[in-house]
């Protein structure tokens, strides 16, 4: 494989997955772990992603602050957005966890919806800040300088301590079988405490994600009440997570 077919297809892995490891980069591309570091550390200094300890992040995901434009599939996510939307209702309490799509869903909230949020995110914060009729409640702990998302023991407790309507959750993989996965361990306890602490979870993801899993299981497909995904629910692509017991949008 010549080296420029190697940077699209890492930089593509990197816009889905918004984070990657270099060994996972190593093992899909039958190169050595060298190579992808070699590789990761030029499309880093080219801006067409972020290097990390022992992997990668897609700039789109680390620049949510300055309303990035640049971010992957954006079309996409905002029609996901837009379908979740029509699940919130006036008297709400909801929670919005982090990432590119939950950060559509958060810009999408009309200024006179008057709700209560939850979020584990400052960017989401931020934005939801700017609308009046809404009363954010931030969960705060350790911030992961990746995610920009509260990470570790006191945010689960907080967690626990809560019981919303809906709460929005994004995910890294998601497959039929083996459920919600990411390879950080420690956000994965949090969103098992987000799904504790929600009467019906809903989970947003593009399609692309869907089929492929990773290390750490977040919970099974059946926890989720909701996924909704850019493509009409009828669609062939889901046909597997139609026999599930799991509403689709």
């Given at each position: 494989m010549l080296k420029e077919e190697r940077h699209k297809m890492i930089?593509?892995?990197?816009?889905?997955?918004?984070?990657?490891?270099?060994?996972?980069?190593?093992?899909?591309l039958?190169?050595?772990?060298?190579?992808?570091?070699?590789?990761?550390k030029e499309l880093d200094t080219a801006k067409q992603l972020k290097k990390v300890h022992?992997?990668?992040?897609?700039?789109?995901?680390?620049?949510?602050?300055?309303?990035?434009?640049?971010?992957?599939?954006?079309?996409?996510?905002?029609?996901?957005?837009?379908?979740?939307?029509?699940l919130i209702k006036p008297g709400h309490i909801i929670l919005i966890h982090g990432g590119t799509t939950c950060f559509e869903l958060a810009k999408l909230i009309p200024n006179k919806l008057e709700i209560t949020c939850f979020t584990t995110s400052p960017v989401v914060a931020l934005e939801l800040l700017r609308k009046k009729g809404v009363d954010v409640i931030f969960i705060g702990g350790r911030l992961s300088k990746e995610s920009q998302i509260s990470i570790?023991?006191?945010v689960i407790l907080q967690l626990l301590e809560i019981n919303v309507d809906f709460s929005f959750i994004g995910t890294g993989y998601v497959d039929v079988d083996f459920g919600l996965t990411e390879f950080d361990f420690e956000s994965v306890q949090v969103k098992k405490a987000i799904v504790k602490s929600s009467k019906k979870t809903v989970l947003l993801s593009i399609s692309e994600k869907l089929n492929s899993k990773q290390r750490y299981k977040t919970c099974g497909i059946n926890a989720i009440h909701t996924m909704i995904t850019e493509l009409n629910p009828e669609d062939g692509?889901?046909?597997?997570?139609?026999?599930?017991?799991?509403?689709?949008l």
């Open positions: 930089v593509s892995e990197v816009e889905l997955h918004n984070r990657v490891l270099l060994t996972d980069l190593a093992e899909k039958n190169v050595s772990i060298d190579t992808i570091r070699r590789d990761v022992g992997g990668a992040i897609a700039l789109g995901y680390t620049n949510l602050a300055k309303y990035n434009e640049n971010i992957y599939a954006q079309a996409d996510k905002i029609k996901i957005a837009t379908k979740a939307l029509s570790g023991a006191s692509v889901l046909e597997n997570f139609r026999t599930q017991n799991l509403r689709l």
